[in-house]
């Protein structure tokens, strides 16, 4: 009978869902009744929706809670989950240690986001997985100062702002090759796709943050709102490219 009560009360919370419930009702209804779950393996799946429900809600520690017993008996899936509240309780260095030995495609993203905790940019870049989101490797390139590997990325202003963190003036940089224009009468499966132009709004601030300063000008303040304006839109660029996409 106890066994019975257990698996209903595993479903019934595993159903439910924040957006339904409301928030603060959901989180005080898992943390009254999480004591009716078993501790066995027939609660994991309710265990890990629960813990990455508790986690998105901005309860971590609930969540590591939640998958003490699961975790007592190394599963993978509560360890990844483990490490994601890790990461959220800013502590990087326990998630590390969570997804040692672990080598999944989430597991390398985690890992990543635990390195750049740290400030080890160069390993979090070298964690990231092949298929990685563009925008999270150029992050962290730039972050890391792997201007090799900014590059590579399929991003023109990023391109040049690389060639000038690296001391290269930008005729010294290769630009990317220009892309075919689509022939109508081809084979449409043939045609490949032109590369998108940045934005015009990125290509004139990347223009001023290139452009050297005119020191030799009589000061006015013309020249002091001109090099305010260009400071705003430099840092603005900058922006674009070392914020973390996720954040």
Not at 13 to 28: E, F, Q
């Amino acid at each position: 009978r106890e066994a019975e009560l257990r698996s209903a009360a595993a479903w019934t919370m595993a159903r439910a869902r924040p957006d339904r419930t409301g928030t603060a009702n959901y989180a005080a209804a898992v943390l009254a009744f999480e004591d009716l779950l078993a501790r066995d393996a027939s609660a994991d799946p309710a265990r890990l929706v629960l813990a990455g429900e508790m986690t998105a809600l901005g309860l971590p520690n609930a969540a590591l809670r939640l998958l003490a017993p699961p975790l007592a008996r190394d599963v993978t899936a509560a360890r990844l989950s483990a490490a994601r509240a890790e990461l959220d309780l800013a502590a990087p260095q326990a998630a590390l240690a969570r997804l040692d030995g672990v080598e999944t495609r989430n597991a390398a993203l985690l890992r990543a986001e635990a390195h750049a905790l740290t400030g080890a940019y160069p390993e979090a870049l070298a964690a990231l997985p092949a298929d990685a989101a563009p925008e999270l490797a150029a992050f962290y390139a730039f972050a890391a100062g792997d201007w090799e590997r900014v590059a590579g990325l399929d991003d023109p202003v990023g391109e040049v702002l690389a060639a000038y963190m690296a001391g290269l003036a930008p005729d010294e940089f290769a630009a990317p090759p220009a892309q075919p224009i689509p022939d109508p009468t081809a084979n449409p499966a043939a045609q490949t796709t032109p590369a998108e132009a940045p934005d015009p709004t990125q290509t004139e601030a990347l223009a001023q943050f290139l452009e050297p300063p005119r020191l030799t000008e009589p000061i006015s303040l013309d020249l002091a709102r001109e090099a305010v304006e260009m400071a705003r839109n430099s840092r603005e660029l900058l922006r674009t490219r070392i914020n973390d996409p996720d954040g």
